[in-house]
C-alpha cells in the first residue's frame, strides 16, 4: 500500500514556501503588493484596540512590536528595531516560518513571507514615515532574519519623533 502525504504530514514552512514562490511565479515583482497589503490590513484590525503612547515614530513601532509579540505568542520569540541613519533594521528571532524565509532568502525570491515587518511598514506609512524594503539577510544561528528598510523622507521621521 502506498503512503500518501496528508496536510498535517506537510509543515507549516512548506507551506509558505509554496504560496510565496507561487505568487512569484505568477505575479513577479508584483507579488510584494501581496505582502504590502497583508501588512496593512493586519495594522487595521490591530488599530481598532491599540494605540502607541510614544508619539516618535520609533518608539511607537517598539510598542508595536511588543503588542505583537504579546498577541502572536510562538510566531516570533524576539524582535529588535534599530535606526541607523535612514535605514531601520528588523531583527527577528526564532521565527515559525524561518526555514521557508531562510530558502526564499537564499533564492532571492521577490515574495516573502514577513507578515511581521510588512505590519511595522504599514506603522510608519501611517505615521507618514515612507520606508522602501531593501534586503532580508537570513540569521541561521538564532532561527531569525534581519529586514532592512529605507526612510524615504528622513526629516519626516526626525520631525515627527519632536512632536
Known amino acids: 500500500m502506498e503512503k500518501t ?14 504560496i510565496c514562490k507561487s505568487a512569484e511565479k505568477i505575479l513577479g515583482e508584483s507579488g510584494r503588493v ?3 497589503e497583508t501588512g496593512k490590513r493586519l495594522y487595521r484590525n490591530i488599530k481598532k484596540s ?16 511588543d503588542h505583537i509579540q504579546q498577541r502572536w505568542q510562538g510566531y516570533v520569540s524576539k524582535i529588535d528595531l534599530r535606526l541607523k541613519k535612514d535605514i531601520i533594521e528588523t531583527e527577528f528571532y526564532d521565527l515559525v516560518d ?13 515574495v516573502l513571507p514577513n507578515y511581521l515587518q510588512s505590519l511595522i511598514m ?19 544561528k538564532q532561527k531569525g532574519v534581519i529586514a532592512k528598510m529605507r526612510v524615504l523622507n528622513p526629516k519626516q521621521l526626525r520631525k515627527r519623533g519632536k512632536k
Open 34 to 36: 501581496i505582502m504590502r
Open 98 to 110: 524561518f526555514e521557508a524565509s531562510n530558502k526564499l532568502l537564499k533564492e532571492k525570491c521577490l
Open 50 to 65: 491599540w494605540k502607541p503612547k510614544s508619539k516618535d515614530p520609533i518608539e511607537g513601532a517598539k510598542e508595536l512590536i
Open 122 to 140: 504599514a506603522f510608519f506609512e501611517d505615521h507618514d514615515i515612507k520606508v522602501a524594503f531593501l534586503e532580508g539577510i537570513p540569521k541561521p
Open 5 to 18: 502525504k496528508t496536510i498535517s504530514s506537510v509543515s507549516f514552512n512548506d507551506i509558505i514556501y509554496t
